[in-house]
């Protein structure tokens, strides 16, 4: 299996700010990475696909980078609605593993 | 546009059998480059994918879980079935499908179900 790893685990943070997270894979997995956002209680919802297209109807202050083993999920301007928890994906082979999140809190 | 819903047991003894439908509609199972898969997450914990099916019936299940899961679909219904043997109490999770396509150079899981929470306990 490939095993992906998010960095940090939490993030706390203010409106307005820029933040980043960075998602780790054990092996290539070329551009087969997806990003998701989850808010409590809610289904995940995809944010960027192949590594950097963002998907229809998402902000355009969320962006995606990276290929091989090295991601990266950018918010440009934190907004309130934002604050949630967030997943990588590979969808290189399967299993199609996610990493284990990062939790993204008002600070 | 295309909806998932997750229907099943919320309760489960331990070594029962569980069984969860995916009804969706928006899409056709039997398009190219379509499936639908299913990920699970126990209680205050991260997603995890449990198995997929594609348009052409290929199937494919995490390796952890091979041996107890079983993913059918029933095209003409709009379906796909998931059973779990042997449940156990760390089974405990919200379960969810979604629908998965290929294009643009990744398979793309979007939207998702709901979800369904399905405890284990006796």
């Known amino acids: 299996d490939i095993q992906m790893t998010q960095s940090p685990s939490s993030l706390s943070a203010s409106v307005g700010d820029r933040v980043t997270i960075t998602c780790r894979a054990s092996q290539s997995v070329s551009k087969y990475l997806n990003w998701f956002q989850q808010q409590p209680g809610k289904a995940p919802k995809l944010l960027i696909y192949a590594a950097s297209s963002l998907e229809s109807g998402v902000p355009s202050r969320f962006s995606g980078s990276g290929s091989g083993t090295d991601f990266t999920l950018t918010i440009s301007s934190l907004q309130p609605e934002d604050f949630a928890t967030y997943y990588c994906q590979q969808s290189y082979s399967t299993p199609y593993t996610f990493g284990q999140g990062t939790k993204l809190e008002i600070k | 546009q295309i909806t998932l819903k997750e229907s099943g047991p919320t309760l489960v003894k331990p070594t029962q059998t569980l069984t969860l439908t995916c009804t969706f509609s928006?899409?056709?199972?039997?398009?190219?480059?379509?499936?639908v898969g299913w990920i699970r997450q126990p209680p205050g914990k991260a997603l995890e994918w449990l198995t997929l099916i594609y348009w052409d019936d290929d199937k494919r299940y995490s390796p952890s879980l091979e041996s107890r899961l079983t993913i059918t679909k029933d095209t003409s219904k709009n379906q796909v079935v998931l059973t779990m043997t042997n449940m156990d109490p760390v089974d405990t999770a919200t379960y969810y499908c979604a629908h998965v396509v290929y294009g643009s150079g990744s398979y793309r899981f979007d939207p998702w179900g709901q979800g369904t929470l399905v405890t284990v306990s006796s």
């Open positions: 928006g899409f056709s199972l039997s398009t190219s480059g379509v499936g």
